[in-house]
């Protein structure tokens, strides 16, 4: 199970961190990444966080001012969203994979306005 919070409101050139937090499965070993879809878009991969390499490759409308990160000893995630911009209102969902399994959460909204 996948369970996302940190969403909200918030002014353009501000700030959130979203959280996901893992249960029910071993977190050490996911792939773990942070998507989303906004208003009449198809959903899009963000970021990414490798559990052995490291490597975290992310979308090219978010390089420089989002950042993923993982605490195993929390299995969780977190996106640190900085310099948010309208464009990145969406339901951002948190995506696990396992071997040949994909497990998905229920996203949290992020809304970008003045």
């Known amino acids: 199970q996948l369970v996302e919070s940190g969403g909200g409101l918030v002014q353009p050139g501000g700030s959130l961190t979203l959280s996901c937090t893992a249960s029910?499965?071993?977190?050490?070993?996911?792939?773990m990444s942070w998507y989303r879809q906004g208003p009449e878009k198809e959903r899009e991969s963000v970021a990414s966080i490798s559990p052995i390499s490291g490597r975290t490759p992310y979308a090219n409308s978010v390089k420089g001012r989002f950042t993923i990160s993982r605490d195993n000893a929390k299995n969780t995630i977190y996106l640190q969203m900085n310099n948010l911009a309208p464009e990145d209102t969406a339901l951002y969902y948190c995506?696990?994979?396992?071997?040949?399994?994909?497990?998905w959460g229920e996203g949290t909204l992020v809304t970008v306005s003045s």
């Open positions: 029910g499965v071993a977190f050490r070993t996911l792939i």
């Open positions: 995506k696990a994979i396992l071997g040949g399994t994909i497990y």
